[in-house]
């Protein structure tokens, strides 16, 4: 940066977001220690400091909100707290809407029947299908996590053993998607029933960026011979599918800035939009607190987001579209 660019830098932050506060001084060091925020310069450290302000101010109007009873979640100052919510839909929330016409044909009929003898309530993180919340990054990379997050569960049901599979793996393999630039569950899933495989985690780890494949069958874990989808729009389908099968892989619409900064309790918000999705994760169980109906759902944003990486969404009112584009893949005998 030169002097003068730097000055139009300051200039321009200063004028959408006015001048830093003194008195959060404290909080914002505690917070640039706790997520070990380094800047390259002054420049972006001033801009950085002024957006995690605005979101201080939209944290601290919705948490007197939720105080006063008015909702039913809290929001928190997390990893993503420096960013906008374009930035972090630009960057992270890259799934690409499924085919409807393409949807349809995988879709199963099954769920529609004896849905009213379903549990209560379903949790398959205390049956060992789910595995450890991990971090994608400043990547987006989600259609990845859900893909193995699914997939994980099936094998984990099959083998009686819970492995961590690659989402590296079908960054750098599934050639029909599009690596930190988005992707589509469907085409992951095909990519692992036409490669005969998915390596591990472990064998083949998680890097935050598109490489060369290097698939190999001496790290193989987990395969799939097919895959199928839940019954558009349709949540009793959907809660039938999880308890039946395990964990489930949706699409959600990621785009509203409580989503990014959710904290915790039931996320209920009054205009999340049912007609689209751009995120991807993972259904993990479902359950009632207070009368309230929620989703479990695993996200890949680590586990200083949310409820330890995870979030409950409301359910019974497709919200954020969560029902939208449900697919679980199937492993065989």
């Keep these: ?16 977001f006015g001048l830093a506060s003194p008195h959060l001084n404290d909080q914002w060091e505690a ?20 957006v995690w302000e605005n979101n201080w101010r939209m944290v601290r109007r919705h948490n007197m909100e939720a105080e006063a009873g008015n909702s039913t979640f809290t ?17 992270l929330n890259r799934l690409m809407e499924e085919d409807p016409a393409s949807f349809d044909s995988w879709t199963s009929t ?6 009213e003898k379903l549990p209560e309530s379903v949790d398959w993180r205390q049956k060992g299908l789910v595995s450890p919340v991990q971090n994608q990054g400043h990547c987006g990379s989600c259609w990845a996590f859900s893909t193995v997050g699914a997939l994980e569960g ?17 960054m750098d393999c599934s050639l029909e998607n599009h690596g930190c630039k988005g992707g589509r569950v469907s085409k992951a899933f095909q990519y692992v029933i036409d490669n005969d495989g998915i390596d591990s985690g472990s064998y083949y780890p998680y890097e935050e960026k598109v490489g ?41 619409n990621a785009n509203l800035a409580s989503f990014k ?5 039931v996320y209920d918000p009054p205009d999340c939009s049912t007609e ?25 944003w680590g586990s200083k987001w949310g409820e330890q990486g995870y979030i409950r969404m409301a359910r019974n009112k497709n919200l954020c579209a969560i029902a939208r584009r449900p697919i679980y893949p199937i492993v065989g005998n």
């Design 154 to 170: 099936q094998m984990a049901m099959k083998t009686g053993f819970l492995e961590p599979l690659s989402p590296q793996n079908l």
């Design 276 to 300: 689209t999705t751009n995120h991807a994760v993972l259904v993990v169980g479902y359950g009632t607190d207070q009368g309230l109906d929620y989703w479990i759902v695993k996200n890949s």
């Design 212 to 252: 060369d494949c290097r698939y190999s069958s001496r790290g193989r874990a987990g395969y799939c011979v097919s895959f199928a989808a839940v019954p558009r729009g349709n949540e009793m389908a959907l809660q039938a599918a999880v308890a039946k099968v395990g964990p489930v892989s949706v699409g959600i």
């Design 31 to 50: 917070w640039r220690a706790e997520f070990q925020k380094v800047y390259t310069n002054e420049a972006e450290a001033v801009y950085r400091r002024a």
């Design 75 to 91: 929001l928190g100052l997390n990893q993503l707290a420096d960013m906008t919510t374009d930035e972090v839909n630009a960057k």
């Design 1 to 16: 940066y030169s002097s003068s660019m730097r000055s139009l830098a300051l200039f321009l932050t200063f004028a959408v």
């Design 110 to 115: 099954r769920w529609d029947k004896g849905v």
């Design 261 to 265: 900064s959710y904290k915790e309790g």
